[in-house]
């Protein structure tokens, strides 16, 4: 299937490793253009090297914080300067700590709250301008399978993440009329480095092991397994699509049929 992504231009956030760079290594792959982010330099580096060397296309790396919304508008500005254009921009951002209510302060609520909810709509407003005078963009957010199936132990992503996904269904009809979709795509357990920080927090406080924490998830899992992050960024490059083009304002799964629920 032609994607129909030849040449386009597509900002991916907190690609250095886990889901967004499976996501930045698939649309590479489709020949788009990549301006990609990350906090660490190093894995950010390795990212961008390994993918300009694997599929030729150009590749941007900025290093960046985005719960620091003038860091938001660093990597905004660099791609408008180096590309002239952001037509698909992929929100992603490292999970907020675990833990259940009384654990966390009002700071950590507040960073939660930058980290992945005000960076969504800063990325957002960076980039919708250019779309709608192009009539033609895609937005996709990284969100979880907690937004319609609340995991337990995880208040701080389970309400941020709900609240992308209500900012998300709003904007979708709202620049439809212009080319625009706006989707979410939910993760469910996915072979990342989150997942495994995740399996060793649950493990010290249940005091199981890691092995264990896992093979519960994959008893809960339809598929008995964990997903691949390949997987989950070749949903990503469809919604990214030409051919994706009457999909907006849903929240897709990518889970293995673990959430439960009719809608």
């Given amino acids: 299937m032609d994607l129909g992504l030849a040449g386009k231009i597509a900002l991916v956030a907190a690609a250095s490793r886990g889901l967004g760079r499976a996501v930045a290594e698939e649309l590479s792959r489709e020949g788009v253009h990549l301006i990609i982010c990350a906090r660490g330099a190093g894995a950010l580096r390795e990212t961008a090297e390994s993918i300009r060397a694997a599929t030729g296309v150009r590749v941007v790396d900025v290093v960046a914080d985005l719960s620091e919304p003038a860091d938001v508008a660093r990597v905004a500005e660099r791609a408008l300067a ?7 921009l992929v929100t992603n951002g490292g999970g907020p700590p675990a833990g259940p209510f ?3 302060s009002a700071e950590a609520w507040q960073a939660a709250i ?3 909810l005000l960076s969504v709509v800063e990325l957002t407003r960076a980039v919708l301008p250019g779309m709608k005078e192009r009539r033609w963009g895609r937005i996709i957010n990284v969100t979880s ?7 337990d132990n995880l208040i701080l992503s389970n309400s941020v993440r709900a609240a992308v996904t209500g900012f998300a269904r709003t904007l979708a009809n709202e620049v439809a009329p212009f080319g625009i979709t706006v989707n979410n795509v939910m993760p469910g357990y996915t072979r990342t480095q989150r997942v495994e920080e995740l399996a060793q927090r649950n493990a010290s406080l249940k005091g199981t092991t890691p092995e264990a924490e896992r093979a519960v998830w994959e008893g809960q899992i339809p598929m008995a397994r964990l997903g691949e992050p390949a997987e989950f960024a070749a949903m990503v490059a469809f919604l990214a699509s030409e051919r994706a083009s009457y999909t ?9 049929g673990w959430i439960r629920g009719l809608l």
């Fill in 145 to 151: 399978i907690a937004v319609k199936q609340p995991v």
């Fill in 248 to 256: 907006t304002g849903a929240s897709i799964p990518v889970d293995g």
């Fill in 102 to 104: 009384e654990n966390h």
């Fill in 114 to 116: 930058r980290q992945n």
């Fill in 82 to 88: 180096e590309f002239g254009r952001v037509d698909v």
